[in-house]
């Protein structure tokens, strides 16, 4: 049974329980799918976006231990488990307005 993903392509969102805490609380947008894919500490294969980060004096760590290598980015792969939207998924946002309602709202606005 497949989860129910946290983002979308476009979405607005923060960063959570990342495991290299310099990227907690980043705001990033989902700008690519990368897909299912294997990320580590993790069992199985799960969906990895492509972020960019919102803030201008925010940057993205990736730390590669086997390489010595502390990569520094504004844009970087999240897997959406670590990721939650800030701005409602698409279609999430919609409000249905009936005549009657329109008209009381207007009258109620004089």
């Given at each position: 049974?497949?989860?129910?993903?946290?983002?979308?392509?476009?979405?607005?969102?923060?960063?959570?329980?990342?495991?290299?805490?310099?990227?907690l609380?980043?705001?990033?947008?989902?700008?690519?799918?990368?897909?299912?894919?294997?990320?580590?500490?993790?069992?199985?294969?799960?969906q990895?976006?492509?972020?960019?980060?919102?803030?201008?004096?925010?940057?993205?760590?990736?730390?590669y231990?086997?390489?010595?290598?502390?990569?520094?980015?504004?844009?970087?792969?999240?897997?959406?488990?670590?990721?939650?939207?800030?701005?409602?998924?698409?279609?999430?946002?919609?409000?249905?307005?009936?005549?009657?309602?329109?008209?009381?709202?207007?009258?109620?606005?004089?």
């Amino acid at each position: 049974m497949a989860s129910k993903l946290n983002c979308e392509i476009g979405s607005i969102a923060i960063t959570v329980n990342a495991k290299f805490t310099p990227n907690l609380g980043k705001i990033v947008r989902v700008i690519e799918s990368y897909g299912l894919m294997p990320w580590h500490e993790m069992e199985g294969l799960v969906q990895v976006w492509r972020v960019e980060v919102l803030c201008p004096d925010s940057v993205l760590h990736y730390l590669y231990p086997k390489r010595h290598h502390l990569e520094v980015t504004f844009t970087g792969p999240i897997p959406d488990c670590y990721l939650r939207p800030i701005v409602p998924l698409s279609g999430q946002l919609t409000f249905d307005f009936y005549e009657d309602a329109l008209i009381t709202i207007e009258e109620s606005a004089l």
